[in-house]
């Protein structure tokens, strides 16, 4: 799986990233299960792990405010853009 997540795009994000935790941001459509049918939950919440080995605590769960995509701009008027949900984490 190494190769995958290396060419992965950028679906999933780790950002505001500390010693202790950070935030990852990730895609969902409202029409495809929301953000918690979202198949790059699933991602999200590995990356999370990975990052703390001795489990976490999840500070804030919410959409990410301000995130706008630039594809859904011309002509594409029926198309639904993706949000971004993030996942605020501290390491236990």
């Known amino acids: 799986g190494v190769m995958f997540v290396a060419a ?3 679906a999933v994000q780790l950002r505001q990233e500390t010693e202790t935790g950070g935030t990852v941001t ?3 459509k409202e029409d495809r299960g929301g953000p918690m049918g979202s198949p790059y939950r699933k991602e999200a919440l ?3 792990n990975k ?8 500070v ?8 706008a995509s630039m594809s859904g701009r011309d002509g594409q ?16």
């Open 8 to 10: 992965c795009s950028d």
């Open 77 to 92: 008027e029926g198309e639904v853009t993706g949000r971004r949900w993030g996942i605020q984490f501290r390491c236990k």
């Open 51 to 58: 990052k703390c080995p001795a489990g976490y605590v999840v």
């Open 46 to 48: 590995n990356m999370i």
């Open 26 to 28: 990730y895609l969902y």
């Open 60 to 67: 804030r769960d919410g959409e990410v405010k301000g995130y």
